[in-house]
Structure formats: structure tokens, C-alpha cells
């Protein structure tokens, strides 16, 4: 059926022309032990064709290989030239299936579906980083809202609600230094310096829009860098909004953690050396399938928005098949991926208290609200109010972005009027009165 042999008993002296194929290959290191095999094709066509394989040295365990016609099979390849051109050249293959461009060309099908966005630009925020930035209704009256979004995330996320926040204020979102479009420098590997160089370019930002005071809205990773913000610069914060923040609780002690699950620990342990999204990258050309398995239903959500379900993973597939940049940072302030080394909690008290903070957790999520309730307790005498989304996870913006986008606009409504927040009795009830059993454990990111 087949017949394999050594690639030099084809071609004669090709051993010493495979160290050539290095740059073509981009990178690749591959081992001179090339074997190729003449096998029938069986699709039909009628066409023989040569399948070259070679082993990935840089990978493990890795074999990537691709077809010529016969027409130019080896056997009637004799010149180096023809043999390096025609078999070896692999400019179309590329290891992760991700650009800067394909990004861009995503990111630009997102902001599509959003009418309420009217700016979208690059905003340069030192001689050497910029910051993508979108600007929705920025002649709109009310106080101006700037949305900081989680880890792997990007401005494309916050398209459940743009549109219904930016009715009657201006609505900044930016994609993170290190994350989506921005720029992606190396961070410091100092905790206290990487969240600093977080924490500097949100100010940066805020002084090239020219903003005063806001409303500060983050989730996740981001909600941790809006309290650090407000420690910093109190005076730019008329009210902290926390969605499902992450890095507020304290890290488990050693006793703690071996009541976790051995499935817990082994997890913990194999992943705590790597980037959180490392696997993504590692995989290769296999890539986009994985992101394809991350949380169907989050991308049925979006789809209602985008008219594509496919949408969401690539966003996040080209979101984080780059260069870890602001990913290596977050890497820098966790405990394990899952803790912060400087819990928010043992710092909360360095906020002002005059300004107030709102607490959204989704009741599925996998972040510890408990916490909230405890912050709640140390700023006793100041504003802090804590709700809770049923039937919603992590993303609880997304999940029941109808709630969630209520309760913002409820909020940022008292603080054009200068009022602390007094909920809707009708609001209230419809978030109490969802269902309970929708109440199930959510462990996914």
C-alpha cells in the first residue's frame, strides 16, 4: 500500500539541506532525522502524494506534517533548490493560529454590534505603550463610567452593556495594558511594581480622555485594580463598583488547603508555575478548539448580540494566544492563580470613606462573596452594599446583563443626583424572586 524510507535514499544530500528550512519554518527547530512515506491518496482525486513528518524538537511529543502533489513528489525532485521550495517550506504553517490583525478584524465585528460606540482609537499613554480605547455617547450629561475588565478579557466583553449605560452619561472601556489591543510590555515580577504598572496606566488613561471624576466599574482582576486605583487616587472616584471581583480574600492556610480535593491540589500544583493561559498558546494549531469547549453557554449569550456564536471564542482565542503579557503580570500578583498575594481585604480600609462601593456577585460564581460581607463589617459606618445575581456566574455582566445593567444605571442615577443608591422596590424583588434552584455550583472561569 505504501512504501517509506530515509528522505536521503529519495534525494541525495538532503540531510545537510533540512538545517536550511529553520527560517522558513519560523522558528521551529526540527530534527534531521526526516523520514517521508509515498502513500495512495484516498479522497478520491486519483493523486498520490507525499506526507513529510518531522518531529518538533521545541515540543514534545509533537508531529506536524503536510502534503505536496505527486507531480512533485520527491522522487522527481533532484535540486536542492526544488527540494526546499517545494517540501520543506512551511510559510503558510504557523504554530499558534492568532496575529495582531485577526485580532483587530474580530474586535472590529464586535464593536460593530454596538451603535452606542462612537470613538474607538489607539491612545497613547507614555512614549512606548498605548491603550485601545472606546468612548460611548461622550456628550451624554451624566456622570462619566469607566469599565475595567477581568483577566483574558477585552473591551469586546462589555457589548450586554454599553449600550443600555451609555443612555445618558459617557461610557469610557479600554482594553488593559497587556491584554486585548493595548500594548504588551514585560512586566515586573515584584508584585507591588506589577500592580503598580497596572494601577499607572489607568490613571495615564483617565488624564489623556480627560476625565475628573467617575464611576469605576471592574470585574474580576479588574475590580482588584479599581480598588487599588481608589487607594491611590480617591479624589478621581465618585463610586467603586466590584463585579465578581477577584483578589479580595485572604490566600488558605497550609490546613486549608489540605481539605481541598486531591484533584484541587494536583491542579494547583501542576498549573502554579505556568501563565493562566499558557495551554491555549502550548497546544498550538489546536488552539481555537480548545477555546471552542470554554463555556458554550456564555457564547449563546453573546451570540444573541453578535448574530454569531463562534464570535466569542475567537475573541478570546486572539485575546490570549499572544504574547503573555498582562497575563504574566496577573501571574505575578496571585497566589496560585487563584489568590492575590496582597489580599484587597487587608488593604479596603485604605479606602476613603466617603466613597461609596457596590459589591455584584453572580450567585453561581466561583469568587468567595463571603468576603463582601466581611468588608461590609470592617467599613462599618460607610456605604457598601452588596447584590447578588441568581441564575448567573463569574460573568455575571453577561450572564444577566439585564439585572446587572439596571442596578449600574440605578446607581450612576444617584450619583448625578449626589444621593447614595436606593434601589427600586420592583428591581429588588425581580433579582430576589429568580428562581432558587438556578442556584448550582459554578466552578468555570
Known amino acids: 500500500m505504501h512504501s517509506s ?32 512515506r509515498l502513500l495512495h491518496d484516498t479522497s478520491g482525486s486519483g493523486e498520490k502524494t507525499v506526507i513529510l513528518v518531522w518531529k518538533v524538537v521545541k515540543i514534545k511529543s509533537a508531529v506536524v506534517g503536510f502534503r505536496v502533489p505527486a507531480t512533485q513528489t520527491l522522487l522527481n525532485m533532484t535540486q536542492r533548490d526544488n527540494v526546499t521550495r517545494n517540501c520543506f517550506s512551511l510559510r503558510g504553517f504557523r504554530w ?4 495582531e490583525a485577526e485580532l483587530a478584524e474580530v474586535d472590529s465585528k464586535i464593536l460593530s454590534s454596538m451603535p452606542c460606540v462612537s470613538e474607538k482609537k489607539m491612545v497613547q499613554i507614555s512614549n512606548d505603550q498605548h491603550l485601545w480605547s472606546t ?77 475628573d471624576k467617575v464611576i ?40 486549608a488547603v489540605r481539605n481541598y480535593s486531591i484533584s484541587a491540589r ?3 500544583r501542576i498549573l502554579s508555575p505556568f501563565n493562566p493561559m499558557a495551554t491555549i498558546r502550548g497546544v498550538g494549531p489546536w488552539g481555537p478548539s480548545l477555546v471552542r469547549k470554554y463555556r458554550p453557554g456564555l457564547a449563546q449569550i453573546f451570540s444573541t448580540k453578535w448574530g454569531d456564536d463562534t464570535l466569542l471564542h475567537q475573541y478570546v482565542y486572539h485575546c490570549n494566544a499572544q504574547t503573555p503579557s498582562g497575563e504574566a503580570g496577573f501571574k ?30 453572580g450567585s453561581r460564581s466561583w469568587m468567595d462573596r463571603k468576603t463582601a460581607w466581611d468588608i461590609k463589617n470592617i467599613r462599618h459606618g460607610c456605604y457598601v452594599d452588596v447584590q447578588v445575581l441568581r441564575g448567573a456566574g463569574h460573568h455575571v455582566y453577561a450572564e444577566r446583563h439585564d439585572l446587572f445593567n439596571l442596578l449600574v444605571k440605578s446607581i450612576a ?29 459554578d466552578d468555570q472561569y
Open 413 to 441: 442615577s444617584s450619583v448625578d443626583k449626589g444621593e447614595l443608591p436606593t434601589f427600586d422596590t420592583k428591581l429588588l424583588q425581580i433579582i430576589r424572586d429568580f428562581p432558587s434552584d438556578a442556584d448550582q455550583p
Open 332 to 361: 505575578h500578583l496571585s497566589w496560585n492563580l487563584g489568590w492575590a498575594l496582597r489580599p484587597m481585604i487587608s488593604r479596603i480600609h485604605q479606602i476613603s470613606k466617603e466613597i461609596p462601593i457596590t459589591f455584584i456577585y
Open 5 to 36: 524510507g530515509t528522505l536521503s535514499s529519495y534525494v541525495p544530500n538532503v540531510r545537510t539541506d533540512v538545517s536550511t528550512l529553520r527560517k522558513p519554518l519560523h522558528g521551529l527547530q526540527i530534527a534531521e532525522s526526516c523520514q517521508s
Open 135 to 211: 468612548v460611548s455617547n461622550p456628550k451624554g450629561q451624566g456622570t462619566p463610567l469607566l469599565m475595567v475588565h477581568g483577566m483574558g478579557g477585552g473591551v469586546g466583553l462589555w457589548s450586554m452593556n454599553l449600550d443600555a449605560l451609555s443612555e445618558n452619561r459617557p461610557v469610557y472601556a479600554f482594553d488593559l495594558l497587556g491584554f486585548g489591543r493595548s500594548s504588551r510590555p514585560r512586566f515586573s515580577t515584584d508584585p507591588v511594581e506589577a500592580e503598580n504598572m497596572f494601577v499607572n496606566s489607568i490613571e495615564a488613561y483617565r488624564e489623556k480622555m480627560g476625565l
Open 216 to 255: 469605576l466599574l471592574g470585574h474580576s482582576l479588574g475590580g482588584y485594580l479599581c480598588c487599588s486605583y481608589t487607594i491611590r487616587y480617591p479624589q478621581h472616584v465618585k463610586h467603586l463598583i466590584l463585579a465578581d471581583p477577584w483578589g479580595m480574600t485572604e490566600r488558605p492556610n497550609s490546613d
Open 266 to 268: 494536583i491542579f494547583f
Open 96 to 99: 499558534k493560529q492568532t496575529s
